[in-house]
């Protein structure tokens, strides 16, 4: 019997021209701790803050177990995906990093057979720049980019200044180093490219 696989698009909600977005696809027996690591490495995110994989009615929140008073929270190490995953159009939300609140809506496109030597998790394409961690969320992305890129602005200095560029590109997506990136988040699952807040 072969494996299935799963054709998902991983959206950052609240994002816009370019909507910033990644399609990828992935096995169906991985867990939600690897899914967790292909969407850091896909999307271009550090691994460094709290994340969760929940549905719109927030009946379930599956991630790692913490110490911040998340009781209900499912260890994602032991939940394999398929579980919820089952169909196309099946869907679920993704935070990450609860100060920022980044969420991204989650939804199968496809279910299909894997190829056979073809190495999975695979990411097909992708859309627009991942925002810089701890800047505000979505709403604080897109004053940031307006600062950076409008010399006039009040904070241009000042974002320019913590940011180390003079011009953010809203459209930069590199999709072979995303790919690379997403292998090596999938393999060392523990990697962080960031501190925790």
């Known amino acids: 019997m072969s494996k299935k696989i799963l054709q998902l698009k991983i959206k950052l909600l609240g994002s816009q021209k370019p909507p910033i977005w990644r399609q990828v696809q992935i096995l169906t027996d991985i867990d939600f701790q690897q899914l967790h690591a292909i969407i850091q490495g896909a999307m271009g995110w ?20 913490n110490d911040f008073g998340m009781d209900d929270m499912k260890d994602g190490r032991k939940i394999k995906v398929r579980r919820y995953f089952e169909a196309e159009g099946d869907a679920l939300i993704y935070e990450y990093d609860f100060g920022d609140g980044w969420e991204h809506s989650i939804e199968v496109q496809k279910v299909l057979d894997a190829e056979p030597g073809e190495v999975y998790p695979k990411l097909l394409k992708g859309k627009g720049a991942c925002p810089p961690e701890d800047c505000g969320g979505i709403g604080g992305y897109y004053h940031l980019v307006e600062a950076i890129n409008g010399p006039k602005h009040e ?30 988040q999938f393999k060392n699952p523990g990697t962080s490219y960031g501190m925790f807040f």
């Open 46 to 65: 550090m691994n460094g803050h709290l994340h969760v994989f929940t549905d719109r009615r927030r009946n379930f929140n599956i991630g790692m177990p």
């Open 155 to 184: 904070s241009h200095e000042d974002m320019v200044e913590w940011m180390g560029v003079d011009e953010w590109d809203v459209n930069e997506f590199d999709e072979n180093y995303a790919q690379e990136r997403m292998l090596d």
